[in-house]
């Protein structure tokens, strides 16, 4: 799998129109996520990973005064960015749709929504590029920061308490079962004895000579540390937990009609998606508008290489009543709640 933690971002840095250090406005796959979503004036929809309004901007100019964005993000200082941008632009506040923004994950959209009350849902899954940026909040390993990387700086379990006080088998495991990282034994003893390990470079140099290239010219192929990142950002934020529920939930919420649009960037995340989907299909809940994902352009990738590893699948809510989630995740996840220490 190509994760890139290091290698994407839904919006990339470039300075602002408004002056100082901003971040673009042209998420991956922009144009092909709004035309999936089939946005109609004076609809109901939810940007489910807010970031930094990109998806959402777009989603509020087409509802007028009618409509209705729902927002939700775990990152509260994105969270105020996409306030501030999702502000009725000069000329049109009196057709600009209510907006209403979350401080939370998307896994609680259906206690926050009301149920078959949405026109559509959109997720653009992962780290942001604002996220990876900033060094202090210990994303990137081609950066000295703190062992951190929680999205919700407010929640409790951080990178440091997994790096520096799990087991040996317990690190090992979930490097493999969330970074599918074929020498996860070998890092996860070079982590241990390498402890008390204080920073993400540090990290990253204890991982990297673990994990040396496996078949890989000089100079190709992804950062030795990569995989090992992903999984413990993936643990920490409770990943792939919460797009379990948010794919749980989006049938119950969505009405008939509407449209669920996800963008995933690495292939844990693509086949929970591409299953749930299947498995919807099957029942009457959804119909697949992607029998295949669609990807990035070469010519967008060009601009952005960020947008290489992107892969968007959508579906349309069928009238069958209900929609149940997809099979118990099994593994670490089935055990998170009682693994933080």
Same mark, same amino acid.
């Given at each position: ?12 840095? *470039? ?111 992962? *780290? ?78 204890? *991982? ?76 009457? *809940? ?35 009543? /209900? /929609? ?9 996840? /089935? ?7």
């Amino acid at each position: 799998m190509e994760d890139p933690s290091e290698s994407k971002g839904r919006e990339g840095a *470039v300075s602002g129109a408004r002056g100082g250090r901003g971040f673009s406005h042209a998420p991956v796959l922009y144009k092909e996520a709004i035309d999936f979503l089939a946005v109609r004036r004076g609809g109901t929809y939810i940007d489910a990973t807010l970031g930094l309004g990109g998806h959402a901007s777009a989603i509020a100019a087409r509802l007028g005064a009618e409509g209705r964005l729902i927002g939700f993000d775990k990152d509260t200082a994105a969270l105020e960015m996409a306030r501030r941008r999702l502000a009725a632009p000069e000329g049109r506040e009196q057709d600009w749709p209510e907006i209403t923004l979350h401080h939370a994950s998307f896994a609680e959209i259906a206690e926050r929504v009301a149920a078959g009350s949405a026109d559509g849902v959109l997720a653009d899954l992962g *780290v942001s590029s604002m996220q990876l940026e900033d060094a202090g909040r210990g994303f990137s390993f081609q950066a000295e920061g703190p062992l951190d990387m929680r999205m919700d700086p407010q929640s409790e379990l951080t990178a440091d308490q997994v790096v520096n006080q799990f087991d040996e088998s317990d690190l090992a495991d979930l490097i493999y079962e969330f970074g599918e990282e074929r020498r996860s034994r070998r890092i996860a003893r070079a982590i241990v004895r390498a402890r008390p390990i204080k920073s993400t470079a540090h990290l990253a140099q204890v *991982v990297s000579a673990a994990a040396r290239p496996m078949n890989q010219p000089k100079g190709k192929g992804i950062h030795p540390a990569t995989l090992t990142f992903q999984a413990i950002r993936i643990y920490v934020n409770r990943e792939l937990e919460d797009l379990r529920a948010l794919l749980g939930s989006a049938p119950r919420v969505i009405r008939p009609g509407g449209r669920l649009v996800v963008i995933s960037f690495h292939s844990l995340e693509d086949r929970m998606v591409k299953d749930a989907v299947r498995e919807g299909a099957r029942s009457g *809940v959804w119909q697949m508008l992607t029998r295949k994902p669609v990807i990035a352009s070469e010519e967008e990738i060009a601009k952005n290489p960020r947008a290489r590893s992107a892969k968007l699948r959508a579906a349309e809510r069928g009238e069958t009543r /209900g /929609g149940a989630p997809g099979k118990r995740a099994v593994g670490l996840l /089935g055990q998170r709640s009682t693994d933080r220490r």
